[in-house]
């Protein structure tokens, strides 16, 4: 069946379609429902998910923000490893229903940080951007691990692990060719610590996270 027209309109869920003068929220054909008004509403994913796209949107808002990196370790400590994993980048991959990827946005993961005894170049927490909404961001979300604290040999603490990085933007879908039916998220993990012994430890870094909105 092609499209189906009511009034002369062809019921798209984006579309509205009046009766009398009114909006209708539902459209029924013999007693069975054959059309919804859609409204769009933001999802947000503090863990890697799906979006799906309905067919009536045009664009897709994105914030995206990958994981943070993990803390270095102490100077002195003998172990392993020395400087704290890199966080994980979080990723939204726009694909067709087969799976076919059709585009790919990427929020960067943080750096780890530097065993102690080198300079600190590292950000340790995430600056929530304006704008940006809570949920997903918290006051921890993306942040980078603490390093591995000093010892009573004047040993130097580790340095901490850099926050995630950030992506957003708009993403319009295309209307013909390869168009994309779904949003893989994966949101990135942050990265691992260096468990020296406490009070020495390095903390690891925070997973990132994303927030999606079609537009009509």
Known sequence: MGDIYFNGDALAAGKKVKFNGSDMANVYLNGTK?????????QVFTSS???????????????????GGGGGKNQGMNTTPIHGGGGSATTLSFQKADGTVVH?????????????GSSCSTTLNFSIPSGWSNPPWTSTVSDGGRGGGSDSENNQPGCPGD??????????IPTSGDIPTK????????GAGNRGGIPYNSDPGQAGAAWLLGVL
Do not use: L, R
């Open 183 to 190: 949003v893989v998220v994966t949101i990135g993990g942050g």
């Open 163 to 172: 926050a995630g990085g950030t992506a957003s933007g708009t993403y319009t």
């Open 49 to 67: 998910g799906t979006y799906q796209i309905n067919a009536a949107e045009t664009s897709i808002q994105y914030k995206a923000s990958g994981g």
């Open 34 to 42: 054959i059309w919804t008004y859609y409204i769009p509403s933001a």
């Open 104 to 116: 790919t946005i990427t929020a960067s993961g943080g750096a780890g940080g530097q065993m102690g």
